[in-house]
């Protein structure tokens, strides 16, 4: 192992915003809207350092935040806060990933192998050895869906063979294949490492931890437990699954619901907090700390760090393009639009657009004859919200009505046009 750095994460934290209906999700985007929605940290400020030539294991039971983690570590996603630097090319093989199943082996290996910065001459001399590796024969010009876990997984860690990354992340992909393979890429994977590779390896088989790992990393529940090497890391994770297997059941879903509730109720102050706790027990003088700014920042999420001026430009911008689709595509006027700008984004869900796509390919308003009726208009209810309920044209209810706006007062007598005989 050599001394030079592959990968530094520095309080790392990924967030999920638990939004369920679309509405929810658009309001996150605002911040401003989106701050009664539910958060889920997945990762709760990780730090660690990864060397040249160096094979880290993960470990943690199911949902610790060991794909979430790698995943950033791989760049397919980002951080919330904190600061992840990669230094050199990457290349994940997780079961499936990166993948499209409609498309065949053999054009999913020219996919990735671009995507990985290989030319087209380069990929076409090493495809036949690609092949080869995966043992895939004649299946190489199937559709990948029609793949079992275990084939998409010899795939994906023949590409990566042959994809000369600096740092491979093994996400359990040799939890599934035929043990002859598995032998065959741990075997690959050494030879990885002797080159200088930083290796990521996650796998639930303490056997294969302990025969590839040098360093072990346990999640637990979004955060680092432990950091060390395997023989000292190994043995306590192991204590921990015998005495939670041993718990029964209520005990064991009081113990995920009580960690899972601190994942969404953790927040970025209180990991600054923890962070200074620990300098100060450290014995570090905190004082001492002179760049304060970069200090804050690394606790500061991502799209916070914006500028305000950047801000309002893009909330901005993002408000004109919401009205000017509402007043294209579903015909709403300027004072429909201010008089209730919540149509903004209520319009935009999808049964209310394609309900609207409907109407508007099937029949042009004018075919249609009308008989009448009466409804009383709810709380809460605008002109679009009756439109969608009776699958009547919004221009047809404005004129029957002889109404300017869609804004609706609870109590209002409406005149619903129902579509009768011609
Ligand atoms: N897009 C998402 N939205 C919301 N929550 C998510 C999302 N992706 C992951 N999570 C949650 O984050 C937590 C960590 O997931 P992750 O897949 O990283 O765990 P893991 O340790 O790899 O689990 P496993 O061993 O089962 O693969 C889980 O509780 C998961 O439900």
């Known amino acids: 192992m050599d001394n030079k750095i592959t990968v530094s994460a520095n309080h790392v934290t990924k967030k999920f915003d638990l939004a369920e209906r679309q509405s929810d999700k658009v309001k996150v985007i605002f911040k401003f809207w989106g701050r009664g929605i539910p958060n889920f940290w997945a990762v709760k400020g990780v730090s660690f350092t990864a060397h040249a030539g160096e094979t880290i294991g993960i470990i943690g039971t199911n949902g610790s935040g060991k794909s979430t983690l790698l995943e950033m570590v791989a760049g397919l996603s980002q951080p919330t806060s904190g600061e992840m630097t990669i230094n050199g090319s990457t290349s994940i093989i997780a079961i499936g990933a990166g993948m499209r199943p409609q498309l065949t082996g053999r054009a999913n290996i020219k996919l990735k192998a671009l995507m990985q910065g290989m030319s087209e001459k380069e990929i076409d001399r090493k495809m036949d050895s690609i092949i080869e590796f995966s043992e895939l024969g004649d299946f190489i010009d199937q559709p990948v869906k029609n793949y079992s876990s275990g084939m998409k997984s010899k795939l994906g860690f023949a590409i990566s063979v042959y994809s000369d990354a600096d740092i491979i992340i093994i996400d359990e992909a040799l939890s599934v294949g035929d043990p002859t393979f598995t032998e065959k890429s741990l075997e690959r994977t050494r030879r990885f490492k002797k080159e200088g590779k930083t290796i990521f390896f996650v796998t639930h088989s303490s056997a294969q931890m302990r025969k590839m790992a040098d360093r072990v990393i346990w999640m637990h529940y979004g955060s680092v437990r432990m950091d060390g090497p395997i023989d000292e890391v190994l043995p306590k994770y192991d204590h921990f699954l015998k005495r939670f297997n041993q718990f029964s059941e209520p005990e064991r879903l009081a113990y995920q619901k009580h960690y899972k509730n601190a994942q969404k109720d953790f927040n970025l102050n209180r990991l600054r907090q923890l962070e200074y706790n620990r300098h ?34 893009l909330i901005v911008i993002s408000i004109l393009t919401l009205i000017t689709i509402d007043k294209n595509i579903l015909n709403m006027s300027w004072t429909g639009v201010l008089n209730n700008p919540r149509h903004l984004i209520t319009n935009l869900t999808p049964s209310k657009l394609s309900a609207l796509e409907k ?23 605008s002109l679009y919200d009756v439109s969608s309920e ?29 579509e009768g005989e011609k």
């Open 390 to 418: 009776f699958n009547v044209p919004i221009d047809k209810l404005m004129q029957v009505n002889h109404k300017s706006t869609t804004v609706l007062n609870p109590g209002d007598i409406l005149i619903i046009p129902i």
């Open 359 to 381: 109407r508007h390919s099937n029949k042009s308003t004018n075919d249609i004859v009308y008989n009448q009726n009466k409804y009383k208009v709810p709380e809460n209810t």
């Open 280 to 313: 100060i027990l450290d014995g570090d003088d905190m004082n001492a700390v002179t760049d304060k700014r970069a200090w804050t920042h690394s606790f500061t999420e991502d799209d916070e760090k914006m500028g305000i001026i950047s801000k309002i430009f």
